[in-house]
């Protein structure tokens, strides 16, 4: 089944509701599943990998990740196209964060008070999605449409 046309316009509307997403494949596995801003400003890699992912994915299931630092992914195996098949939607807040708790991601990532401005800036950034966005309904639709 040819699903790209679904493909490039999910990620079409997610891009326009400022929401990252990105196909990537296997070859990719050393990629941390945080984009190089928030490494760059917390000085580390989360431990999970697109390779660990990899691991444990099976077809026909949408994956919800959050990790240590609040941020949430949604993962999904797509079928095979062009050797990328793994669709990456985020990252996103599940609600929005208050000041104390970007201070304690901060101090529990041993970020330095300098660096805790960058983390401020970059969390007001976040797309926040709450479990009943509209969003959510347009990605199942798709997962739908491309598992039949």
């Known amino acids: 089944m040819n699903y790209e046309y679904d493909l490039n316009f999910l990620s079409d509307i997610l891009k326009k509701c400022h929401i990252h997403t990105a196909v990537i494949s296997p070859l990719d596995s050393d990629k941390a599943l945080l984009d190089p801003q928030f490494i760059s400003i917390v000085g580390f890699k989360s431990q999970m990998n697109i390779g660990q992912l990899l691991g444990v ?33 985020g990252p996103y807040l599940s609600t929005p964060l208050s000041s104390k708790d970007i201070l304690e991601i901060g101090e529990c990532a041993g970020i330095s008070p300098a660096a805790q401005k960058l983390l401020r800036e970059y ?26």
């Open 123 to 148: 969390y007001s950034s976040v797309p926040i999605l709450s479990e009943n966005d509209k969003v959510f309904v347009m990605i199942n639709a798709f997962c739908e449409r491309i598992w039949q």
């Open 57 to 89: 994915m099976e077809s026909k299931t949408k994956y919800k990740l959050s990790n240590e630092f609040k941020l949430r992914h949604i993962c999904i195996k797509l079928p095979f196209l062009n050797e990328k098949n793994i669709l990456v939607i």
